[in-house]
């Protein structure tokens, strides 16, 4: 905001560098004073309790950007690994297998999802979810960015109604008529800046509370098409690959290299026993 300080400015929009070592001189003796001695300090309850709503929304807010990055990562991961463990399982069946065309077919479905069906969803995904919401983010961030500001206009409100009701009640108070008539003028900038800084923010942050869903109604339903179509695309050729894995030609397969393993197995057992080189017992005795 170019002047929303109400502070004084240079030709190019520079604030003022020894106003606003001014300033915060002047902000922090504020703040000293508060501690030492009895200054009356400007309180707004409504504001408070606005403002407590208003921070658990934003951290609300702060989540759900994190889970949808969160989100949006797992899902290209997803896609990534279920590839390379795809390419991997494709290794270990030769060439001569009966069952490696459904190793085949495993990882053309992978490929599909990561190199088909994924892209263009995350696309949509980037543009209909992530920037969007980083829109909502960037709104909260305004308005925290302007409840420091405010922070700062109560500390002048409070800063020169104190020093005018010191100069008010000074027994030299006729010989401070010029010194007076400046601060009055100040009390009276500051006063409209921080009052009309918390009318408008105190607005925003109610707003804020009130519409935090319709901040995401456009997310939601970006999400529900996007996931639609993520597992339904996605399932199209796990759907096929499901199909022709359960075709007879692939269940007589298994079961032969079941059995073929089942026996080698046993032979390796039987060698391990020691059975080598002794013939089997005879039912008869000799």
């Known amino acids: 905001m170019s002047d929303s300080d109400g502070e004084q400015q240079d030709g190019k929009g520079k604030k003022d560098f020894l106003y606003k070592v001014k300033a915060f001189k002047r902000r922090t003796m504020h703040a000293v004073a508060k501690t030492v001695s009895k200054v009356e300090v400007t309180k707004d309850e409504e504001y408070n309790m606005v403002h407590d709503k208003f921070v658990d929304v934003d951290a609300r807010v702060q989540r759900i950007n994190s889970s949808m990055q969160a989100y949006r990562a797992a899902l290209q991961n997803l896609a990534v690994c279920g590839a390379a463990l795809a390419d991997d399982m ?109 009318e408008r923010l105190s607005a925003r942050l109610r707003t804020a509370d009130k519409h935090k869903d319709t901040f995401f109604n456009d997310q939601l339903f970006a999400l529900i098409r996007s996931e639609q179509a993520f597992f339904s695309q996605g399932s199209n050729e796990f759907d096929k690959l499901l199909q022709s894995s359960l075709e007879k030609r692939y269940k007589q397969a298994m079961q032969a290299s079941a059995e073929e393993l089942a026996r080698e197995d046993a032979a390796a057992k039987h060698l391990q026993g020691g059975g080598a080189g002794k013939l089997p017992s005879s039912s008869g005795g000799e």
């Not at 290794?91 to 999802?113: C, G, N, Q």
């Open 90 to 198: 494709l290794e270990v069946y030769e060439t001569d297998s009966a069952i490696r065309p459904l190793a085949v077919m495993f990882k053309d479905a992978h490929d599909t999802l990561n190199e088909k069906v994924l892209p263009p969803l995350d696309t949509n995904y980037e543009r209909e979810v992530v920037e969007e919401t980083a829109k909502v983010c960037a709104r909260f961030q305004h308005i925290k960015d302007d409840d420091v500001r405010r922070s700062r206009y109560t500390s002048d409100y409070d800063h020169y109604r104190h020093k005018y009701t010191t100069l008010q009640q000074s027994p030299k108070k006729e010989k401070l008529g010029e010194s007076i008539r400046e601060t009055e003028q100040k009390l009276n900038q500051t006063s409209e800046r921080y009052h009309t800084m918390n």
